[in-house]
C-alpha cells in the first residue's frame, strides 16, 4: 500500500487584492507581436507600451500620474516603418527612450516633460547598421549614452 504525498504550498495563506480602476492604466491596446520582448518599459516618469498600429510601428509613452482609461486616439510615437520590437529607458536621461524595429533603425526619442501632446514622428537620432532586423536593445546600466542593439543578423552593436 502506497501513501500518497501532497505537498503543500507555502503561499497557500497568501491573497492579493485588485487594484482600483483609477489606479490602472485601462484600454491600451498592447502589440500582438511575437518577439521575445517585454513590450514595456518603465521609468521614474514615464511608463511606455509598444501598441498595435497599422503601416508601421507605433508606442505609447504615458506620464505615470495619469492613470485611468487611455484615448484611443492618445498621442503616440510613430517614426519606425515597421513594427516596434524592444524599447528601453535610458537610465541618466530619464526623458530619453530607444526602440528598435523591423526596419533595421535604432532611433532615440527625447520626451517632453509633460509627456507628448501630439504624435511624434521625428526622433532624435537615428542609428543604422544593421542589415537584418533588429530583436532586442539594452542601455549600459553604469557608462552614459552607450546603446547596445542585437538583431537577427547576428551581431551585437
Known amino acids: 500500500m502506497s501513501k500518497s504525498v501532497v505537498r503543500t504550498s507555502k503561499f497557500r495563506h497568501v491573497f492579493g487584492n485588485a487594484s482600483k480602476q483609477d489606479n490602472c492604466y485601462d484600454g491600451l491596446r498592447v502589440t500582438k507581436n511575437a518577439n521575445d520582448s517585454q513590450f514595456c518599459a518603465v521609468n521614474t516618469k514615464f511608463l511606455a507600451v509598444v501598441c498595435e498600429a497599422g503601416g508601421g510601428g507605433a508606442f505609447s509613452v504615458i506620464p505615470l500620474a495619469k492613470t485611468g482609461r487611455t484615448d484611443v486616439n492618445a498621442p503616440r510615437i510613430t517614426g519606425h516603418k515597421g513594427p516596434v520590437m524592444d524599447i528601453a529607458w ?32 521625428e526622433s532624435a537620432v537615428d542609428m543604422a547598421g544593421h542589415q537584418r532586423r533588429l530583436g ?22
Do not use: Q
Open 90 to 121: 535610458n537610465p541618466f536621461n530619464e526623458n530619453m527612450i530607444a526602440s528598435c524595429a523591423d526596419d533595421c533603425m535604432v532611433k532615440c526619442w527625447i520626451i517632453p516633460d509633460g509627456g507628448l501632446c501630439e504624435n511624434m514622428t
Open 136 to 157: 532586442s536593445l539594452l542601455w549600459h546600466p553604469t557608462a552614459n549614452n552607450i546603446l547596445a542593439s542585437a538583431g537577427f543578423d547576428y551581431l551585437v552593436r
